[in-house]
């Protein structure tokens, strides 16, 4: 099963409302999906999910190396020579995982397909059967945030990501208490700040909430500030690093430093589900449970990440927003069976792993050619 064409499409997908974070507002998530079509037919879907307001490359730029650079490097080769692949790839593009992720999930998708096996059980097997989720809140009124976790936890969920934005520590204050008092105390609460706050505004904001009794606070400091996130693991609150890790290098400085007390690893940001799995090895070798985050994905990624959290022992016992449906009110999305909240409240707070062959999902194509950007 050899590699006869690789298409990237930059596709881009409304929401129904602004989703407000540290970096600015959205209005859409712009997404590249990649197509891998074989020698003997079989069709594998993969997606790069740039991040959004970021300083790299976007859905545009993105699709243009995949389909300029890469489509021409690895035509001919084994669909099954997955790690020589993906970390060419890696070497080409200069370690830009942004646009090697989307050839790694529709590889998987292919090998699993061919071998007609769920790619979960390709990476490592069942480590777990049901996938605590996690909903991210938008940052907003801390009023408007205590009533949307209110009506998200009645929907199912058992955990909020509550956002801040760095314009006020003492509102951000209230947006974690707000949301705190606003569901039972067995609900999860975490933060994630997005490295919205200098050292001393960090360490004033985990002082301000170490009584609330919340899950993790992450990146509370820009990315590069390992000293500041080991400083602000000293107030006592669990310290999950995000924009500090990229790549499995990054997990060795994290380790190495003590900057982490766990690790976020989105499937899209680092580059597929190889290096995933590769960064989750480096984070077990240290006794670092990992969590699965989201990103501003479409279904694909979604379904990828299900079959990280389901196959990668450090995920246990966890809960895991890039398992989950988008929170980020898409108004479509490009997969037939789309992740959805009623689907987490029929199994109260989680998700099994797709089990059919591949990722598990089926592509609608119509909805690709929708929202096409050309």
Not at 197 to 205: G, I
Not at 230 to 257: F, N, W
Request: with cysteine; proline share 3%; aromatic share 6%.
């Amino acid at each position: 099963m050899r590699i006869k064409d690789i298409e990237a499409f930059h596709v881009s997908i409304p929401l129904n409302s602004p989703y407000i974070f540290a970096r600015g507002s959205m209005e859409a998530f712009e997404n590249v999906v990649v197509r891998i079509i074989t020698d003997n037919g079989l069709t594998g879907y993969g997606e790069s999910a740039p991040l959004p307001l970021g300083k790299g490359d976007n859905a545009a730029s993105i699709s243009s190396k995949i389909n300029e650079t890469l489509s021409r490097s690895f035509k001919g080769f084994s669909v099954y020579d997955i790690e020589y692949i993906i970390s060419h790839a890696m070497e080409i593009t200069g370690e830009n995982a942004d646009v090697v992720a989307g050839i790694d999930l529709a590889l998987w998708d292919l090998l699993g397909k061919g071998l007609k096996q769920p790619v979960y059980r390709l990476i490592g097997g069942l480590c777990q059967d049901n996938i605590s989720v996690d909903y991210t809140l938008s940052a907003s009124s801390p009023s408007e945030m205590a009533e949307k976790a209110k009506k998200i936890y009645l929907k199912g969920f058992k955990g909020m990501i509550v956002k801040t934005i760095g314009n006020s520590v003492q509102e951000d204050i209230k947006r974690v208490r707000s949301v705190r008092e606003a569901i039972p105390k067995h609900c999860r609460v975490s933060i994630d700040c997005n490295a919205c706050y200098n050292r001393d505004e960090a360490l004033q904001f985990l002082n301000g909430i170490k009584d609330f009794k919340v899950g993790y606070v992450e990146q509370p400091v820009a990315g590069e500030d390992l000293e500041g996130m080991r400083t602000c693991r000293e107030v006592g609150i669990p310290i999950a690093a995000d924009e500090s890790l990229v790549t499995s290098k990054d997990a060795l400085t994290l380790i190495r430093e003590k900057a982490c007390d766990i690790m976020n690893i989105k499937v899209t940001k680092a580059g597929g589900l190889f290096m995933s799995k590769r960064i989750a090895s480096i984070s077990s070798a240290a006794g670092i449970p990992v969590i699965c985050g989201g990103r501003t994905t479409f279904d694909i990624s979604r379904y990828a990440s299900r079959h990280f959290a389901a196959s990668t022992y450090g995920c246990r016992n966890l809960s895991h927003v890039g398992a989950g449906p988008a929170s980020q009110a898409l108004i479509d999305d490009i997969v037939e069976d789309r992740t959805t909240i009623e689907k987490v409240n029929k199994g109260g707070g989680a998700l099994k792993v797709e089990q059919g062959p591949g990722l598990g999902f089926k592509i609608n194509w119509d909805k690709v050619e929708k929202y096409l950007v050309c």
